[in-house]
């Protein structure tokens, strides 16, 4: 037990990680999940709509994360040996990957952003409501393509100062964000203030100037204290002159991590669409129970991205303890989330209730939202694994280990329960979980076996 439980320093060091990732996120997921339910006050049809357009907008902010958070662990490490050089040339790195995966996303969503919606409407019988479905989607979806670009320059420098340790700001410009959505979300969802009703459309405009104003705050703040955070000194004078060894090592261990992200967020809108085919009530339950998931799983999504950070930066420093640590941050991680888990199960009953949808609907995002709290403890210990090997530079084993579970497995399994079975679909669901016990086995025996502890400065 002794193992397991950190110094008052290792605590406060932690805390100090954390909490404002935590804030940020907390925020964020909150306001995420009052936007969701205004729109879900106008009706079914707008709210799975909306749903589906995210659940696809979901795969490009993965790939955002992957593409940043390649160069990121080198950042951490960087920066925990006082290389601001170093931090300069993996920022470069980062606003160029994001700038293709940006233009590759615009490109895709543009012309084929109707037929990848129509994945997820293929049931017979209720033509009707999938083509309402369907209007609302493709409006939502046309107004948020200009959410992509302010969202991904945001990520480059949040992610950034966070790995230098500069956690306040990004957490500071995440709550103005999320308050200027929550306002023009009141204003144009509904109409108020004189303003039009404009329902989703609505709703896409809020997020997309909140997403401007996050921009803009990061930017203008990374910039104005360069000497704070030097790497921003002529980040952008001689460009493309990074390293070559530099490149080729982020290359190398960055390239798993933006297919990983890719992979498994396309593995699980291919899950999404999976359980879809059971009817359109699926799609609005899952979608009720993901919003306040999202919310609960702050805590240890969060703790993933301490983990990164603590870790990388003391792998770069040369730690010798860093072993040691990393269970105490997964222990932390994990009972951290036994606690997050029986709150969302106590307010799992009343939650769906908050929408303008059937009974049947809420009966069935009331279990998904029971099944999702029982396994909040897997979640956890599963996704600190992935971030502890990942901070090490084991990038192709995070992408075994993450992406391909999921479509070597999960996908397979949801597939044929979903097509050949007549399980209903909550079993299927919880089938689908319990299958993630397999990843938990593979990931504590790759901690254990300590193949992570690499310092990829020695390498840069």
């Known amino acids: 037990m002794k193992k397991l439980i950190g110094t008052k320093e290792f605590y406060l060091h932690l805390f100090a990680v954390v909490v404002p990732i935590m804030i940020q996120n907390g925020i964020t997921n909150f306001v995420g999940m009052l936007d969701n339910i205004m729109v879900g006050q106008i009706g079914t049809a707008q709210m799975s709509g909306v749903s589906i357009v995210n659940q696809l907008i979901f795969v490009f902010n993965l790939c955002i994360f992957g593409g940043v958070a390649g160069a990121g662990i080198f950042t951490a490490q960087f920066y925990g040996q006082g290389n601001h050089e170093g931090v300069r040339h993996t920022f470069r790195f980062k606003i160029i990957i994001i700038s293709i995966v940006s233009v590759v996303a615009l490109l895709i969503f543009t012309f084929l952003g109707d037929d990848l919606i129509m994945l997820y409407l293929q049931q017979e019988g209720q033509e ?272 075994l280990f993450d992406s391909c579970f999921v479509w070597v497995c999960a996908i397979p399994l949801a597939f044929v329960l979903t097509h050949y079975t007549d399980m209903p679909i909550v079993p299927v669901y919880v089938c689908c979980q319990l299958i993630e016990l397999i990843k938990c086995a593979i990931g504590y025996v790759l901690v254990k076996k300590g193949i992570w502890i690499n310092n990829l400065t020695q390498v840069a």
């Open 128 to 399: 009707a409501g999938i083509q309402e479905t369907l209007s609302y989607a493709h409006m939502y979806l046309a107004v948020m393509l200009i959410d992509l670009v302010p969202f991904a320059i945001s990520q480059a420098y949040a992610g950034t100062l966070r790995e230098c340790n500069e956690t306040f700001m990004p957490m500071t410009a995440g709550i103005v964000a999320v308050l200027v959505n929550l306002v023009f979300n009141y204003i144009l969802i509904y109409g108020k203030f004189g303003a039009p009703a404009l329902g989703v459309i609505g709703a896409a405009i809020a997020t997309v100037l909140s997403r401007v104003v996050e921009m803009l705050i990061m930017v203008i703040y990374t910039h104005t204290h360069a000497a704070k955070h030097p790497f921003i000194k002529g980040a952008y004078r001689h460009f493309f002159e990074i390293p070559g060894p530099l490149v080729k090592n982020v290359i190398i261990k960055g390239s798993p991590l933006l297919v990983n992200e890719f992979m498994w967020s396309s593995g699980m809108a291919v899950l999404s669409q999976n359980y879809a085919i059971r009817g359109l009530e699926v799609i609005a339950a899952f979608n009720i129970s993901s919003t306040i998931s999202n919310v609960f799983n702050i805590v240890f999504i969060s703790m993933g991205s301490a983990i990164a950070i603590i870790i990388g930066q003391e792998l770069g420093a040369g730690r010798a303890d860093v072993r040691e640590e990393a269970t105490r941050l997964t222990f932390f991680a994990v009972m951290a989330c036994v606690v997050t888990g029986a709150l969302m199960l106590l307010i799992a009953p009343a939650f769906p209730n908050i929408y303008n949808t059937e009974d049947s609907v809420k009966a069935l995002a009331t279990q998904f939202i029971v099944v999702a709290a029982l396994f909040m403890p897997m979640y956890s210990y599963e996704n600190a694994s992935y971030f502890i090997i990942r901070s090490g530079g084991k990038t192709l084993i995070t992408f």
